[in-house]
T-cell receptor, first 114, second 112 residues
Framework: DSGVTQTPKHLITATGQRVTLRCSPRSGDLSVYWYQQSLDQGLQFLIQYYNGEERAKGNILERFSAQQFPDLHSELNLSSLELGDSALYFC?????????????FGPGTRLTVL | AQSVTQLGSHVSVSEGALVLLRCNYSSSVPPYLFWYVQYPNQGLQLLLKYTSAATLVKGINGFEAEFKKSETSFHLTKPSAHMSDAAEYFCAVRITGNQFYFGTGTSLTVIP
């Protein structure tokens, strides 16, 4: 158990809908990272937040957005969902803003878009 | 550009045999390198990391990896495979900033 929690574990929805994925980092970790894992694209970095502020952006679509709240939990919002958005979405956390390198991963949320 | 290449998307070894999973990186600056393991329906778990200290890094579950700058490699090894080692293994690099670049993964099968 990494100490990173993600809810829900599974999510099934239809095209065009909007969903919110939630992540709670390990106690004391200030950084949260979001990743998308799909069969054809592998593990792709989406976005990072550090202490409430966006710190780095990866291959995140404009239909996707994220935020980190004062209690440090983070939410990833996915809108206008397409079939291709079906994937595992992982959240990871780390102590600092990246200067201490390792990240700890949550169990993931499996999103299925029908 | 920074990248990680894992050679061999599938590797099969017999139980008790040597495990060797290959990872090569490209970077213009000294990198941080990582190996993660992912068991079915679980998140990624850190196996070991290289952060510019000793070039031979020991991790959990008997795994180790050696950083070879001249070969830009960070191969993962384990002397004797166990059935419980069957999983997906990811090599990752962090060069500057906060972005990790992951390889495409290697699925390890252990044959009894």
């Amino acid at each position: 158990d990494s100490g990173v929690t993600q809810t829900p574990k599974h999510l099934i929805t239809a095209t065009g809908q909007r969903v919110t994925l939630r992540c709670s980092p390990r106690s004391g970790d200030l950084s949260v990272y979001w990743y998308q894992q799909s069969l054809d694209q592998g593990l792709q970095f989406l976005i990072q937040y550090y202490n409430g502020e966006e710190r780095a952006k990866g291959n995140i679509l404009e239909r996707f957005s994220a935020q980190q709240f004062p209690d440090l939990h983070s939410e990833l919002n996915l809108s206008s969902l397409e079939l291709g958005d079906s994937a595992l979405y992982f959240c990871a956390s780390s102590v600092g803003d990246g200067t201490i390198p390792e990240q700890f991963f949550g169990p993931g949320t499996r999103l299925t878009v029908l | 550009a920074q990248s990680v290449t894992q050679l061999g998307s599938h590797v099969s070894v017999s139980e008790g045999a040597l495990v060797l999973l290959r990872c090569n990186y490209s970077s213009s600056v000294p990198p941080y390198l990582f190996w993660y393991v992912q068991y079915p329906n679980q998140g990624l778990q850190l196996l070991l990391k290289y952060t510019s200290a000793a070039t031979l890094v020991k991790g959990i579950n008997g795994f180790e990896a050696e950083f070879k700058k001249s070969e830009t490699s960070f191969h993962l090894t384990k002397p004797s495979a166990h059935m419980s080692d069957a999983a997906e293994y990811f090599c990752a690099v962090r060069i500057t900033g906060n972005q990790f670049y992951f390889g495409t993964g290697t699925s390890l099968t252990v044959i009894p």
